[in-house]
């Protein structure tokens, strides 16, 4: 452990070490101390307007840092522009310099601000308003939210007198574009875009907030407006082109940080083994992650350090919160009240009293969902847990970022979840704190999520030849045409009669029809999951959470696509146990290092959820419930490779051990995928046997969990060497004996984490190491 000098944070974590347990190893694997950094500065560019300039200075920015000018002169002179810098660096500047100048020269000209979520989009539009307050020039403005806390009168007033639209790509997709003609003066004065926290638009879920995107500005165009965009992002790797995929159009980027920050002490943090509880297959199980963020969160708060907690979950924030306040009751029971709990889902009301709170230090203490992780204006903060790996490396900075906007020293703490990659890190911190930012992973080309999108743009205007190379959609459309959902005629494509498109596009959620979740008690609708995740997440008998509200599923009723729940707060979680099998297509690429061969593949998965665990908050498992759903078929896609038998003898795994080797091999790889790749284990499964019919060999799979991928597979196959490298090294690092979750053992696992040989596991991944080189190539 690399102590390094004394610092604020390192203070604090000492004072916070001295009430751990003497006798047990210490959870502190690593600190470290980055130092602070001076601002550079630069003038006000000459063709700011001066009411403008003097709206800044009066809120005391008395001259702007260099990256916000910068990113501004693009955006000014017509380019689409990303400006990817730190937390606390001040892009909302960057994007509100070029607008407010516009509009104080342009008094009809209208912009369109996009945020992911909810909190972030109502602190931009609270900046903006105090920014523009008072002054006349801006009086015609009237910045205003439209978004699903907005009634329907205050979003008539908005699309008929505001000229600054704040909302996010949901509502843009289906309470925007859906009605385009009624937003017609708008869309045709529209000059600006902002595409707030980029970094946040990955996966399936970027792939389609890309279309809606590509979707306006082809709105905005047909009514003579040529609007520029300008990308917020924390730190990603090569934001012009993360950027340029999300508006199909090129970019320049900004990514010279000349903020100031403080001094940040980080670090990892990996809770003991409970000695008392034992998982399955009698493995050991760590200490919860949660009930570790909770300890440290009251210590803190005892401490006088204001607080931010992430958790991963909705349940976790509240479990944190809950334990926080308990542990205060005991110690300090005048800070209880000091401590509360933060996420979507809350009334807008409670939602803006607790970023009040937290923002003036009635709160000491927050535990949060990434509901706070984005850009939301708090400043002050001495102290951020990380409660488990947040999946990629931008989120962790973007949470580790909110300590020390003071610029004064702060404490940033990654505490480890009972998980092969949260252990990786822990032991290996400088794959998180010394690797470059991995590169957001969409793809809109994707059929099965662009074939919708291109209704909806049917339906708002027909599609032309144009459009339909703009997209790079022809054998698509040809498809639709061949169904019979597009009309082909002189001026284009037209949607079929009836056609209804938009409200069965889940852009969050992923493909697929939706599956609505509804309370039987009073017939409530609580919300809604996608069908190809219905039988993983509304099982009979899973825990759904609402809220803060608590149900168990009853029924589920795939013909009707309903889910029927009643309210149970029961003391364990569920997860799914699902078996498959896995059919080889086509493959599209693959390399021969000798005895092994690594591949990218078309696959069809046949897949079934076979049961269920029911898991005590400890980690402890109840019990397993056997559950009999119908096969599901996914066309996707995987990365997977082959050994020879020779190799696996010759390396010292027996022929009768190549099960549980293999399959051990693959949890661990699924669990590690989200080093290379922006994805959760939850977004990916897999496949390992011994003889598989289409190769002859042994061979492990890992797929995408969307139709027709998501671009997980294709970023394993890239970076194989790097990903199966850092797998052996977490199953290595891990303490226990025989395997546990947090290398070997999968929560999902069909097969009841059987057969599982850890060492086995080792053996077989040193020799793909070794074959396939330590890096990818």
Known sequence: MDSGQRSYGSELLERTLAGTDADEPSPLTHLS????????????????????????????????????????????????VSICTGTASGKSLAYQLPILTRFA?????????????????????????????????????????YDGDTDSELRQWARMHSRWIFTNPDMLHVGILSGHQRWRQFFARLRFVVVDECHHYRGVFGSHTA????????????????????????????????????????????????????????????????????????????RSAGVESARLLADFVVEGARTLCFQRSRRGVEVTAVRARELLSES????????????????ADDRRRLERALADGELLGVATTNALELGVDISGLDAVIVGGYPGTVASFWQQAGRAGRRGEGSLVVMVARDDPLDTYLVHHPEALLERPVEATVTDPANPYVLGPHLLCAATEAPLTAADVAAFDAADLVAALTAEGKLKRRKAGWYPAPGLDPHGQIDIRGGIGGQVLIVDTTTSRLLGTVDGTRAKTSVF????????????????????????????EDPDWTTSPREVSEVLITQTLAQRRHGPLTVALARVQVTSQVVGYLRKAFSGEILDAVPLDLPEDQLDTRAVMYTLTPDALIAAGVEEEGFPGALHAAEHAAIGMLGLVATCDRWD???LSTDLHPGTGLPTVFVYDGFAGGAGFADRGFEAFGDWISATADAVESCGCRDGCPSCVQSPKC????????????????????????????
């Open 750 to 777: 069909g097969n009841g984490n059987e057969p599982l040989d850890k060492a086995g596991a080792i053996t077989v991944l040193r020799l793909i190491e070794r074959l396939s080189g330590s890096t990818s190539g």
């Open 684 to 686: 990916i499964g897999g």
């Open 540 to 567: 009979p008998g899973a825990v759904y959470l609402h809220q803060g509200e608590s149900f168990v599923i009853d029924q589920l009723d795939l013909d009707d696509q309903l889910a029927l729940a009643h309210p």
């Open 33 to 80: 101390v980055i130092p602070s950094r001076a601002a550079t500065f630069a003038s006000w560019p000459q063709w700011a307007h001066p009411e403008v300039v003097q709206a800044f200075t009066d809120l005391g920015i008395s001259q702007p840092w260099q990256h916000q000018v910068t990113a501004a002169e693009h955006a000014a002179a017509g380019r689409h």
């Open 332 to 347: 300090a029971p005048d800070l209880t009240g000091r401590v509360a709990a933060y996420r979507a889902g809350y009334l």
């Open 105 to 145: 020269e342009d008094p009809a000209a209208t912009a369109l601000y996009l945020s992911p979520t909810k909190a972030l989009g109502t602190d931009q539009l609270r900046s903006v308003s105090r920014t523009i307050a008072g002054r006349t020039v801006f009086s015609h403005l009237q910045p205003c939210m």
């Open 211 to 286: 279309l809606v995107l590509r979707r306006m500005l082809r709105i905005a165009r047909s009514y003579g407006a040529d609007p520029v965009v300008i990308g917020a992002s924390a730190t990603v790797a090569n934001p012009a082109q993360s950027l340029a995929r999300l508006i199909g159009d090129e970019v320049v980027a900004v990514t010279e940080d000349a903020s100031p920050h403080g001094e940040r002490t980080v670090a990892m943090w990996e809770p003991g083994f409970s000695p008392a509880v034992t998982g399955e297959n009698d493995a050991p199980v760590r």
